[in-house]
C-alpha cells in the first residue's frame, strides 16, 4: 500500500468513527429532548396540583376562621 492509500485509509477510518459518534450523540439528543418534555409537561401537572390545593386549604381556612368568629 502506498503511502497516500494508507493516509487516506486512515482518514477514512477517523471520518467513519466520527460519523458513528455524531449519531450516537443525535440519538442521545433526541432522548434528552424527550425526557426534558415529559419534564416540562409534569411539572405543569404539579403545578396545577399545588394550585388546586391552594384553593382547597384557603377555602378550609375561611370555614376554619367563620367557625372561630361564633
Same mark, same amino acid.
Given at each position: 500500500?502506498?503511502?497516500d492509500?494508507?493516509?487516506?485509509?486512515?482518514?477514512?477510518?477517523?471520518?467513519l #468513527?466520527? #460519523?458513528?459518534?455524531?449519531?450516537?450523540?443525535?440519538?442521545?439528543?433526541?432522548?434528552?429532548?424527550?425526557?426534558?418534555?415529559? $419534564?416540562?409537561?409534569?411539572?405543569?401537572?404539579?403545578?396545577?396540583?399545588? $394550585?388546586? $390545593?391552594?384553593?382547597?386549604?384557603?377555602?378550609?381556612?375561611?370555614?376554619?376562621? $367563620?367557625?372561630?368568629?361564633?
Open positions: 500500500m502506498l503511502p492509500e494508507m493516509e487516506a485509509e486512515k482518514n477514512r477510518k477517523m471520518i #468513527a466520527q #460519523a458513528d459518534e455524531i449519531e450516537i450523540l443525535k440519538r442521545n439528543v433526541r432522548q434528552l429532548q424527550g425526557q426534558y418534555q415529559s $419534564a416540562l409537561i409534569h411539572n405543569k401537572r404539579l403545578i396545577e396540583q399545588n $394550585a388546586e $390545593a391552594m384553593v382547597i386549604i384557603g377555602h378550609l381556612q375561611q370555614e376554619k376562621d $367563620a367557625k372561630e368568629e361564633v
